[in-house]
């Protein structure tokens, strides 16, 4: 903030404007505080969580958590999912443009299945995630978007894709395999959901592969969101393999191709995100 004595007025610099003031900025940071007042809430709750070591479930928080998350990504991924994540993947963005199949692997209220629904209109979008009361919101969402026919919302976890007789063309995890108990597993299941040659598309927090290199504001806010909520919900799961937020690219590529890929790279990057391919 500035102040002009002169004018006895403040104002907000554009680059401060971008992060603080415009709601549809890509780096919209206000939804990040909403984050931050759901641990305050649940501040005794995450106490106990550190003490027993049992770790504290999603679904175990303040709703506030909810429609927080869904507000801090859902600028990002309406900025860059469409117009350069998908088209960053090898032929994947011809392919839901035909008429594909895409499953969002801990989607939440829904914000990206509903955008894809929305560019590739040919596609069917599978949305799944654990949490009930998000995937009821997800439902209603997509209804107010115009998607309610080509979106699909179910109750389940990852391993549900490994059990299922139809075969995706692109498995996202959007922000969500570092909270869950085995990543692997997950990854794993995605591989056997997956038609042949076809794409999973992992997009995690920003990170270097050690903690000596993720510094800065951004790094400082995921390692707290980290260590009060993503590595909570993965040692609620069984936490076989807690990533935490900070896993960086060396770690997540190693379980692509654990899980059975033939290949995986790094497709992109951006101050806030990784974008990971995997190649069934």
């Given at each position: 903030?500035?102040?002009?004595?002169?004018?006895?007025?403040?104002?907000?610099?554009?680059?401060?404007?971008?992060?603080?003031?415009?709601?549809?900025?890509?780096?919209?940071?206000?939804?990040?505080?909403?984050?931050?007042?759901?641990?305050?809430?649940?501040?005794?709750?995450?106490?106990?969580?550190?003490?027993?070591?049992?770790?504290?479930?999603?679904?175990?928080?303040?709703?506030?958590?909810?429609?927080?998350?869904?507000?801090?990504?859902?600028?990002?991924?309406?900025?860059?999912?469409?117009?350069?994540?998908?088209?960053?993947?090898?032929?994947?963005?011809?392919?839901?443009?035909?008429?594909?199949?895409?499953?969002?692997?801990?989607?939440?209220?829904?914000?990206?299945?509903?955008?894809?629904?929305?560019?590739?209109?040919k596609a069917t979008i599978v949305g799944i995630d654990y949490h009930e009361s998000s995937i009821a919101v997800a439902k209603e969402r997509a209804k107010?978007?115009?998607?309610?026919?080509?979106?699909?919302?179910?109750?389940?976890?990852?391993?549900?894709?490994?059990?299922?007789?139809?075969?995706?063309?692109?498995?996202?995890?959007?922000?969500?395999?570092?909270?869950?108990?085995?990543?692997?597993?997950?990854?794993?299941?995605?591989?056997?959901?997956?038609?042949?040659?076809?794409?999973?598309?992992?997009?995690?927090?920003?990170?270097?592969?050690?903690?000596?290199?993720?510094?800065?504001?951004?790094?400082?806010?995921?390692?707290?969101?980290?260590?009060?909520?993503?590595?909570?919900?993965?040692?609620?799961?069984?936490?076989?393999?807690?990533?935490?937020?900070?896993?960086?690219?060396?770690?997540?590529?190693?379980?692509?191709?654990?899980?059975?890929?033939?290949?995986?790279?790094?497709?992109?990057?951006?101050?806030?995100?990784?974008?990971?391919?995997?190649?069934?």
């Open positions: 903030m500035r102040f002009d004595a002169h004018s006895g007025q403040y104002t907000l610099p554009p680059e401060h404007a971008f992060v603080l003031a415009n709601p549809e900025s890509p780096a919209f940071l206000p939804p990040a505080f909403d984050v931050a007042a759901s641990l305050w809430h649940d501040e005794d709750e995450i106490f106990e969580a550190f003490r027993s070591g049992k770790g504290m479930g999603w679904h175990e928080h303040n709703c506030r958590l909810f429609s927080a998350t869904e507000a801090f990504f859902r600028n990002g991924y309406r900025a860059h999912l469409t117009q350069s994540w998908i088209p960053a993947l090898d032929g994947v963005q011809e392919r839901l443009a035909e008429g594909g199949r895409v499953a969002d692997v801990g989607c939440g209220h829904g914000a990206s299945a509903i955008l894809m629904a929305q560019a590739f209109p107010e978007a115009g998607v309610g026919d080509r979106v699909r919302f179910e109750v389940g976890t990852a391993r549900v894709l490994a059990s299922k007789d139809e075969k995706f063309d692109l498995i996202c995890f959007m922000d969500s395999l570092h909270d869950m108990g085995d990543p692997l597993e997950a990854v794993w299941a995605a591989r056997q959901a997956l038609a042949q040659d076809r794409a999973l598309m992992l997009v995690e927090p920003f990170a270097k592969d050690t903690p000596e290199e993720n510094v800065g504001p951004v790094a400082r806010m995921y390692y707290s969101a980290s260590a009060g909520l993503c590595t909570q919900n993965a040692l609620s799961q069984g936490g076989l393999y807690a990533l935490g937020a900070q896993a960086g690219a060396k770690q997540l590529l190693g379980i692509v191709k654990e899980a059975g890929f033939r290949s995986a790279r790094v497709a992109m990057e951006t101050p806030f995100n990784l974008i990971l391919e995997g190649r069934a």
